[in-house]
């Protein structure tokens, strides 16, 4: 007997390799996908204006990558003594002015020269509200924590979204033609106005994805929206906070995903560095007498898969467990 309302996946996709540059942006879906794939070692840029929510935000972070764009004094907000860009997230924000400045144009350029090369590049829209700074009316990426009454607040339409980024995919396509995009919406509710609002604002976001299909660049929609509102569809799969999807529903979306585009002699490969990157964050205690097992073990693995995968870099969890040979 079939309990669940299986969602189909799509039928063809990109083959994501070792030597498969790609880009995530936007969302939690996202970030979630990008920092997997990042542990399996594979070629991932994810997020790195940090987590952005509206589509409007995601686009600008883009347009920014293709003109390589330098930022400078005027795109830095001061609230009480903390400098901080409104185009990126709360991470981004500092009590010295030019170091802030530094950090945006060296996270600027590293995104521009990775989205040159870059082979796919998955999209996640959040929410479809914006929020605009009053006294110039541009959109935020992230209020910051600042007043409320800084900023206003609206819904944006899926035309809007859609002829937004319908210009921004035609500038990417001049700087690189051959990118694949991929879109999904993320499943996180914003409840914050109520589940009917949260929905209207999902098939916004949903509509000008499907319009945007029709773009060149655009070869596909990955549906993590529908798994986790159809295939995982009760309470059980959500974290604590009862928004956010929990750690086993996030398994079973990349289960789905890797399948999708991660050929199974890469997952295989995936697997074991990832098992060797976690191991880096395990809490070791006593002298070397102790800990001496677990890295020789460990560097063992890390040996045995460089042999077989030499174009897979291990050379920090190497240094990681070397030293913890001769940790006193």
Request: net charge neutral; hydrophobic share 40%; charged share 20%.
């Amino acid at each position: 007997m079939e309990l669940l309302t299986a969602v189909p996946l799509p039928p063809a996709a990109p083959e994501i390799t070792y030597d498969t540059p790609v880009m995530f942006l936007g969302s939690c879906f996202a970030g979630e996908t990008g920092y997997r794939m990042a542990s399996g070692k594979l070629q991932v840029m994810t997020n790195p204006h940090g987590t952005l929510f509206n589509p409007f935000s995601v686009a600008g972070a883009l347009d920014r990558f293709t003109s390589g764009y330098v930022y400078t004094a005027k795109d830095i907000y001061l609230h009480q003594n903390r400098y901080m860009s409104l185009d990126h997230h709360t991470a981004f924000s500092s009590y010295e002015r030019d170091t802030l400045i530094t950090r945006l144009n060296d996270v600027s350029r590293a995104a521009s020269a990775f989205l040159r090369k870059a082979s796919v590049l998955f999209v996640t829209f959040g929410t479809s509200y914006i929020y605009n700074l009053k006294e110039n009316g541009t959109i935020v990426a992230n209020c910051h924590k600042l007043p409320s009454s800084l900023f206003s607040r609206r819904q944006a339409s899926w035309q809007e979204i859609a002829a937004r980024w319908k210009e921004t995919l035609d500038r990417i396509a001049e700087v690189n033609p051959g990118l694949k995009v991929w879109f999904t919406v993320s499943p996180v509710r914003h409840l914050g106005d109520g589940a009917h609002a949260n929905q209207l604002s999902k098939a916004q976001l949903l509509l000008a994805t499907e319009e945007l299909l029709g773009h060149p660049l655009a070869d596909g929609y990955f549906p993590a929206y529908e798994i986790f509102m159809d295939e995982l569809r009760d309470y059980r799969w959500y974290a604590p906070d009862m928004v956010h999807p929990s750690e086993m529903a996030i398994d079973y979306i990349w289960e789905k995903f890797s399948s999708v585009f991660i050929p199974g002699h890469v997952l295989r490969l995936w697997n074991e560095a990832a098992r060797i990157t976690k191991a880096t964050a395990h809490r070791v205690s006593g002298g070397p007498a102790e800990t001496a097992p677990f890295a020789t073990a460990m560097l063992e693995r890390i040996g045995d898969l460089k042999s077989r995968a030499p174009f897979i870099d291990l050379s920090a969890e190497e240094k990681y467990f070397r030293g913890l040979l001769y940790k006193k």
